[in-house]
């Protein structure tokens, strides 16, 4: 499925809230929910880049998620809607916690979605593993990528089940995917208590995702 980011508005939560309160499980993923594709390549950053790998691509409160033209439609709208209850997860339409998706968003946090390692190994992965991000677009671990560097996409990978199911195990994949995401914000505001309460409920939502 990243970015490079640079300042973030420090957003105080609820502090006493975030860090103690245990919020009530999440209520299923919506499996209606369906996300608008897009495919407008001249609206984006240095979009001819991505272009060659992904064909299409959804929005999640303005988080990319890209994908292949070899991945299926609904694995597509799957990735989309764990990364929405994750960040959503009392479905109001509204981010749970702005600050996580305002630093993602403002240095290109984006999802890959491909079929195998195979097409990550082969094509997009060439780009985001060069450690002189010449391509703009950089994998969100790696180590000559830090929190100065501007005008890149920051990416994670996903990777589609073998099945037309959204499995247990693709749940996890895709919140594995979705929270390296989120690691960005933490990494380039390095000891902002802030924005690590802010993440509090977020992680607990996740494992309560996990165990649906």
Known sequence: MVAAILALRAI????AAAATQQPAAPAAMNEDLVFRTQTNWQELPRG???????????RVFG??????????????????????????QD?????????????????????????DEEEWETGIGVLANDPDLSDGVVKND???WDCSVDDVWVLAELFQSGEHAATACERRSALGSVFR??????????????L??????ALRGRAALRSE
């Open 12 to 15: 105080a939560p609820p502090a």
């Open 48 to 58: 001819g880049v991505l272009r060659p790998f992904f064909d299409r691509y959804v």
């Open 63 to 88: 988080v990319y998620i890209f994908a292949s033209e070899r991945v299926e439609p609904w694995a597509l709208q799957h990735a989309a809607r764990v990364m929405a209850k994750f960040l959503d």
């Open 91 to 115: 479905e109001d339409g509204q981010a749970d916690e702005p600050a996580v998706v305002e630093a993602m968003v403002a240095r290109r946090a984006m999802q890959a979605l491909l079929v």
């Open 142 to 144: 790696l180590p000559s």
């Open 181 to 194: 995401m989120t690691r960005v914000a933490l990494r380039c505001r390095d000891g902002d208590l802030r």
């Open 196 to 201: 690590r309460r802010a993440l509090v409920p």
